[in-house]
């Protein structure tokens, strides 16, 4: 079952007789200055639609004022879209009474701010028991699943230390504790890491996607920095003035900007951080070939391919490389297969890795590196070449 | 020139609202005189020294030291000056009315909180009962509820109401947004975000805001001897009216006390340390 639906979802804000005639404008692509200026009205979101299937992380990221908040409360209907359906789950929240919303708000949300929205009259275990403690959990149960979580954030000696007192990473992840407390499927987060400050910030991320992969969720993550967008998305919706422009995975944005505004965005990215080896590999299909080839065989593919280098693949898997060299080294040019003369292939570069971590190893082959998938299949070449192209924004076909 | 008797027709107004509302004012002024007679029978029954002893302990308890050494001593004089009596009836008649005050100012602040247009209708209101000059109060309180110590309470209860009506107002409305978002983001209904997140956040201010009206209510206890309302102010009035300085001089000082007492140990109360 699809987590989260967003489909055509309108939010204005302004006086309320003229909000439909607003809708009705933005419906037709007027600029939403125009609609400002004819009805007074502020269109903070403006038809957006997307979907979210299972646990990942979706970030939307945009400008400020570009209706990111807006957006995310429209999600947990904090607040009610002016027009649009929202589902979580199979629930509509728009047939919904303010009662199964409540109830909704306590068993499947859960929302981090970007100043925490801590209370600090409580100490910790009373913050981040908070979700527990409107849900009507006893106070053993909750003081109990409190310390479980504030293990998990790397909190567990402060428990009874007043909010004032910590710093503000530890106050963020004390608002991340009270969230993941509830064990809501669903995390609301408004940019969570924007208040605090650059290190600290990366360390929280770099705990977050851990976090994630200990316990998935379904995050919508909501930020105006391009690089955590980019570092945190499983996919990315990047947001202009209420408007989805593009929904992507980090690679896509940077690698298929589909609009000007994206494209200005991505221009300064480090793409090495971004791109994967599986994201921008050459097809191998050309190169790879079966190890009991004959030698003939080998120099015909290599002189098709214009390569020096054939790879070795059988069942999926790169069992050695064969270097034209060494062909005339075989023992017999006639009826000899390549597995006489093959290397050992060099360790292959997994496809998730980012470029910037398989730079060193790509520059000190001759060869392009194989790469492989999660189940070590070879899916494709990865070349000093390539990596250069994909850094320097050269499209391959175009 | 014209003859206005203003005067004449207030006192129609007055005496028709006297007999048509007497169940009303009926009301009003038991229930007042009931929260009197419970305080004074309170602070009346133990010995006086036992009452000091322990007006002292708490002090130091809540703010020190200092402030209990000061408790000890200052109203180890009022007793030694003979106005103990009168001391702990006018502590009575500041309980009273900053009860009442209290009881009908905080649901008042909250609801201006939740309201603009109640915030804006009541902020002039208050404005408007803070210039007033003290004495004003006391002329509607003795044409509805005659002489004594409840017309008294009455006239303080108004005249001390505003400080805890506009901080709890104040205070609600200064509680950090996303406090209030969380609470409706994990699903508080609007009653536990009042309970749970507002006025908890809020509790400083608003007992800021209790400390000015009890500080309001004593200096407004001591005018109404002026109605009957007795304790200290009824000495003070006696010393003026008899120029007498020593009695002047001993119950005025047994005000001071009194009210440095209250503050040092309300304050403590709203968490300044
Ligand atoms: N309650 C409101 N009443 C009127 N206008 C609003 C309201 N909330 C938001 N807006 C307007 O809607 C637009 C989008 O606001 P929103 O807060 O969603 O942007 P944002 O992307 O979260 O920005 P930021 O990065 O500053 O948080 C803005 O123009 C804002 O002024
Ligand atoms: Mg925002």
Known sequence: MTAIVVQDVFKVFGPGKSIDEAVQRARKGETLSDIAKATGCTVAVNNASFEIEGPQIFVIMGLSGSGKSTLLRCVNYLLEPTSGLVKLGDQDLGAMDTKSLRELRKEKTAMVFQHFGLLDNRDVLGNVGFGLELRGVSESERTKKVKEVLELVGLSEHANTRIDELSGGMQQRIGLARALATDAD?????????????????????????????????????????????????????????????????????????????????????????????????????????????????????????????????????????????????????????QAVAADAPEPVHANDHLLDVIPRVANHEIPLPVVDDERRFIGLLSKTRILQAIARIKRHD | MIDIPLGKYVEIGIEWMNVHLAPFFEA?????????????????????????????????????????????????????????????????????????????????????????????????????????????????????????????????????????????????????????????????????????????????????????????????????????????????????????????????????????????????LGGGK
């Open chain 1, 186 to 338: 669903i995390l609301l987060m408004d940019e969570a890491f924007s208040a605090l400050d650059p290190l600290i910030r990366t360390e929280m991320q770099t705990e977050f996607l851990d976090l994630q992969k200990q316990m998935p969720k379904v995050v919508l993550f909501i930020t105006h920095d391009l690089g955590e967008a980019l570092r945190l998305g499983d996919r990315v919706a990047i947001l202009k003035e209420g408007a989805i422009v593009q929904i992507d995975t980090p690679e896509q944005i940077v690698m298929n900007p589909q609009t000007e505004y994206v494209e200005a965005f991505v221009e300064n990215v480090d793409r090495s951080r971004v791109l994967t080896a599986g994201a921008i590999a050459v097809e191998g299909d050309e190169v790879a070939v079966a190890p009991d080839l004959s030698v003939d065989d080998a120099l015909n593919a290599m002189e098709d391919a214009g390569s020096s280098v054939l790879y070795l693949v059988e069942d999926g898997r790169v069992r050695g490389i064969v270097h034209r060299r060494d062909l005339d080294r075989a023992p017999s040019k006639d009826n000899g297969t390549l």
């Open chain 2, 28 to 268: 009003i002024s038991t229930g007042t005189g009931a929260a009197i007679a419970f305080f004074e029978a309170i602070l009346q029954a133990p010995p006086s020294w036992m009452m000091l002893l322990f007006i002292a302990a708490l002090a130091w308890r809540l703010a020190g030291y200092r402030v209990g050494l000061f408790c000890l001593v200052g109203l180890f004089l009022v007793d030694g000056m003979g106005m103990w009596l009168q001391t702990m009836q006018t502590l009575a008649l500041v309980l009273s009315a900053t009860v009442i005050a209290v009881t009908i100012g905080i649901p008042l602040g909250v609801w201006a909180s939740r309201s603009d247009i109640v915030s804006r209708t009541v902020r002039p209101i208050l404005d408007f009962m803070q210039t007033m000059p003290a004495f004003v109060y006391l002329i509607p309180a003795v044409l509805f509820f005659r002489l004594g110590q409840v017309p008294g309470v009455i006239a303080t209860v108004i005249f001390a109401m505003p400080p805890v009506v506009r901080m709890t107002n104040f205070g609600i409305r200064g509680v950090s947004e996303e406090a209030v978002e969380a609470g409706r983001a994990f699903g508080a209904s609007a009653s536990e975000l009042l309970f749970k997140v507002q006025l908890p956040l809020s509790m400083p201010t608003i007992l800021a805001g209790v400390n000015q009206t009890i500080m309001l209510a004593l200096s407004m206890v001591v005018i109404a001897a002026m109605i009957g309302a007795g304790g200290l102010g009824q000495e003070v009035l006696r010393g003026i009216q008899q120029l007498r300085i020593d009695l002047g001089f001993e119950s005025g000082l047994a005000v001071v006390i009194l009210a440095i007492v209250i503050d040092r140990i309300t304050q403590a």
